[in-house]
């Protein structure tokens, strides 16, 4: 069976739920769909914050992620992003893929998806 958890908009599921893993959506700072997008580090502050409420919704959490794949707008918040996924994850860190893109939301300067195993 497949459980699909509910996210920010229609347009993203969230997290599906399957098999022991949990896939959110790709998750921007809710400041962004506001039009009060903030600057890097508070976006991925907030993504964060959002992540982790999507997997305690269904049924994980932050520690239990297998893989993180980021997308950056600008390639000058790439040392910013690896401090953020360096205190996030201090020890046992998630495979990860980062990757420069252009966002489908102007404004967005990060966008992130993760993998995580469901809390046994």
Known sequence: MIDRVSGQTPAF???TAHAGLVFTAGVIAPSVL?????????????????L?????????????A???EAFLAREQDLAAWNEVFARTWPSEAP???TVLATLAVPGALIEIQIVGALTV
Not at 52 to 64: F, I, N, Q, T
């Open 95 to 97: 495979a990860r893929s």
């Open 13 to 15: 599921a969230g997290a």
């Open 52 to 64: 982790d409420d999507v997997l305690g919704r269904a049924g994980s959490r932050l520690d239990r």
């Open 34 to 50: 506001t039009g009060h997008g903030a600057g890097f580090g508070e976006q991925a502050r907030e993504v964060m914050a959002v």
């Open 66 to 68: 297998l893989r993180v």
